[in-house]
C-alpha cells in the first residue's frame, strides 16, 4: 500500500514524523512511536532481514552515542536520543524502499523549479542524486575488485594501502560515466533553453 | 548516409586518426583493428563524442561538431563495460532515464520501457537493481536504454569483450538482427560474416575496406 502513496506525500510525512519524533521526550511516547514504525513496515510488507539492514549501519554510532549520552545525561535520556536517532533512520528507510528513485527526483526537480530564474537547473540537480545512489554499489564493486586483487597477489590488505587504486578506478569509472552520459544525451539543453 | 572527410585527431601527443575518409551507407558495418589502431576513436566520432581536430563528420547531413544534440538523437552508442553507462538504481528506471524531458507522457514512457525489456528477454526485471545484474544483463540493459530512444544508427564499441562466450553470441546475435543501422566496433570477427562492410583500421589509418572476407583475410595478414 505504502508503494502507491505518491512520492511528494511520502517525503512530506518523513519530514512531519522525524518532526515529531524529535518533539517526543518521554520514552512512552517513543514506545508508542516504535510500534507506529514496525507497523508501517509491516504493512508496507517490508522482509524483517530488509528492515534491520535499514539501521544496521547505525549500530556502532549508537553505541558510542549511548555511552556519552549515559555519560552526561541518564539512562532515560540517552535511550530517547538513541531510539530517536534509529526510528528517524528507520523512517527514512522505508521511504527510500517504498519510493522510486526517479519518483523522489520529480519531488526534488519541482521543489527545486522556482530556482531555475537563478540559473539552477533542476534537472541536473536531480540527476547528480541520482549519480549518487548509483555511485554506492558502483564504488563498493571497484573497493572489492581492488582489494581481491591485493589478495591474490599475496599482499596483506589495509585500507590505506587500497586508497590510491580505488581512487584512480573510480576517477576512471567517472571519465566513462561522463562520456556514456554524454552519448545519452544528458549533457545536451533540453528544448526550450537552447 | 554518414560521411567521414579528411578526419585526422589526436589523442595527447598520439595521431589517433590519420587523414580517414570514408562514406557509409550500408545496413551493417564492422570495424576491426587491433588494439589502439584508432577503431574506437572512429567509433566516437560518428555520435559527436570526439569532434575531429581536422576534417568534417556528419550523419544524414547533421554535422556532429555543429548539430551534435541531433546527432546524438540520432546515432546511439554502447561502450565496452556496461557498468559506465548504466546511470539510474534501477533497470526500468535506467530504461526511462533516456526519456526523461523528452515530453512524453508517464504512461507512454512505463509502455516503451516495458515493450523494450520483454523484447530483448529482461521482462521480469523492471525492478531489480541494475548492480545486481550479471555482465550479460547489464549490457542487455545498456541496449535497451539506448534503443528506447529509438535511433535511426547504433554505434557499439566492443560491446562483447566483457562477456562470456554465451552472452557474446547472444548479444551478437540481437545486434544483427536490430533494424537500425549498425556500426560493430569488435575483436570478434566471427560475428561479421554477414556483414555488409567491414573496415580495418591501422596505425590511426583506414587501410582495408572491403566485404567481410576480404576485411577479414586482410587483418588477419597484417596481424600476422
Known amino acids: ?194 | 548516409m554518414i560521411r567521414v572527410e579528411n578526419v585526422s585527431h589526436r589523442l595527447g601527443e598520439r595521431l589517433a586518426l590519420d587523414g580517414i575518409s570514408v562514406s557509409l551507407a550500408e545496413q551493417r558495418v564492422g570495424v576491426i583493428g587491433a588494439n589502439g589502431s584508432g577503431k574506437s576513436t572512429f567509433a566516437r566520432l560518428l555520435n559527436g563524442l570526439i569532434v575531429p581536430d581536422d576534417g568534417t563528420v556528419t550523419v544524414d547531413g547533421l554535422s556532429t561538431s555543429r548539430e551534435a544534440r541531433e546527432v546524438r538523437r540520432k546515432v546511439g552508442f554502447v561502450f565496452t563495460d556496461p557498468d559506465a553507462q548504466i546511470v539510474m538504481p534501477t533497470v526500468g528506471e535506467d530504461v526511462a532515464f533516456g526519456l526523461r524531458g523528452s515530453g512524453l507522457p508517464k504512461p507512454e514512457i512505463a509502455r516503451r520501457v516495458t515493450e523494450v525489456l520483454g523484447r530483448f528477454g529482461l521482462g521480469g526485471f523492471h525492478d531489480r537493481p541494475a548492480h545486481l545484474l550479471s555482465g550479460g544483463e547489464k549490457q542487455l540493459l545498456a541496449l535497451c536504454s539506448v534503443l528506447i530512444t529509438e535511433p535511426a544508427v547504433l554505434v557499439c564499441d566492443e560491446p562483447t569483450t566483457l562477456l562470456d562466450l554465451r552472452n557474446a553470441r547472444l548479444i551478437g546475435h540481437l545486434l544483427g538482427s536490430l533494424p537500425q543501422r549498425l556500426v560493430l566496433v569488435t575483436h570478434d570477427l566471427a560475428v561479421l560474416a554477414d556483414f555488409d562492410r567491414v573496415l580495418v583500421f591501422d596505425g590511426g589509418r583506414l587501410v582495408a575496406d572491403d566485404r567481410p572476407a576480404g576485411a577479414v583475410a586482410y587483418y588477419r595478414a597484417l596481424m600476422g
Open chain 1, 1 to 194: 500500500m505504502l508503494h502507491r502513496i505518491p512520492a511528494g506525500v511520502k517525503l512530506t510525512g518523513l519530514a512531519a514524523g522525524i518532526t515529531v519524533l524529535l518533539l517526543l521526550d518521554d520514552l512512552r511516547g517513543l514506545a508508542a512511536a516504535t510500534f507506529v514504525v514496525f507497523g508501517l513496515y509491516a504493512v508496507a510488507g517490508v522482509p524483517p532481514r530488509l528492515a534491520l539492514a535499514q539501521i544496521r549501519p547505525l549500530l556502532w554510532f549508537c553505541v558510542v552515542l549511548l555511552a556519552v549520552q549515559l555519560l552526561l545525561t541518564g539512562w532515560q535520556r540517552a535511550v530517547a536520543v538513541v531510539l530517536t536517532l534509529v526510528l528517524g533512520v528507520a523512517l527514512a528507510g522505508l521511504v527510500t524502499l517504498t519510493t522510486r528513485v526517479t519518483a523522489m527526483l520529480d519531488v526534488v526537480e519541482t521543489l527545486l523549479g522556482p530556482l531555475r530564474r537563478v540559473g539552477v537547473r533542476p534537472d541536473r540537480v536531480g540527476l547528480v542524486l541520482a549519480l549518487t545512489i548509483r555511485g554506492v554499489p558502483v564504488i563498493a564493486g571497484i573497493a572489492g575488485t581492488v582489494r581481491d586483487a591485493h589478495r591474490a597477489r599475496g599482499a596483506t590488505v589495509r585500507p590505506w594501502v587500497l586508497l590510491v587504486p580505488v581512487l584512480v578506478r573510480v576517477l576512471r569509472h567517472a571519465d566513462a560515466l561522463g562520456e556514456a552520459l554524454t552519448a545519452r544525451g544528458a549533457d545536451d539543453d533540453p528544448p526550450g533553453n537552447v
